[in-house]
């Protein structure tokens, strides 16, 4: 699946984001997507946002933390840390971990209306398939 949702979404490459939020379905998934993102979770207590958005461009130990604008167009990505190319939805679970909250399922209905909301966000960045992130 992974392979070939790298194939497909790399199609892809060099045209805009372009997700649409219309009808009651979409609109729903949208929004309980952007409440998992600013909802502080774990034992530190942070949530997506404190990171990626107030705190994006800072350095956390080496890594300089990305802001949330483009991240959704260059997965999935190849992650010298994997070893491997893999999923927008994988790079979460490692976030989750990160401040001691528990990672939920792949494909979840949370994971995937949190995906939902941080492409929504990317719209008009250029789509670049498979990135490479250390
Ligand atoms: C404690 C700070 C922190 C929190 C909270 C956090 N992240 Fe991250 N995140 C990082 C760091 C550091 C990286 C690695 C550097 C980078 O690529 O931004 C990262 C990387 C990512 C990446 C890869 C970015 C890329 O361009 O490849 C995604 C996607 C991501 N985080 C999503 C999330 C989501 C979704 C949440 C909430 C569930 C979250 N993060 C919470 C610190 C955090």
């Given at each position: 699946m992974i392979a070939l949702d790298t194939y497909f979404t790399s199609?892809?490459?060099?045209?805009p984001v372009d997700i649409k939020v219309q009808g009651p379905g979409a609109v729903k998934a949208f929004e309980e997507g952007k409440a998992n993102y600013f909802m502080k979770r774990g034992q530190l207590n942070f949530s997506c946002a404190t990171c990626h958005v107030a705190y994006a461009g800072k350095y956390l130990r080496a890594q300089i933390i990305s802001p949330?604008?483009?991240?959704?167009?260059?997965?999935p990505t190849y992650r010298a840390a994997w070893g491997a190319v893999n999923t927008f939805e994988k790079r979460f679970q490692g976030c989750d971990k990160k401040v001691g909250a528990m990672p939920q399922k792949l494909e979840s209905v949370n994971y995937r209306n949190l995906e939902y909301f941080m492409s929504y966000i990317s719209n008009g960045i250029k789509i670049n398939v498979p990135g490479y992130r250390p």
């Open positions: 199609l892809s490459n060099g045209m949330l604008l483009g991240q959704s167009a260059h997965y």
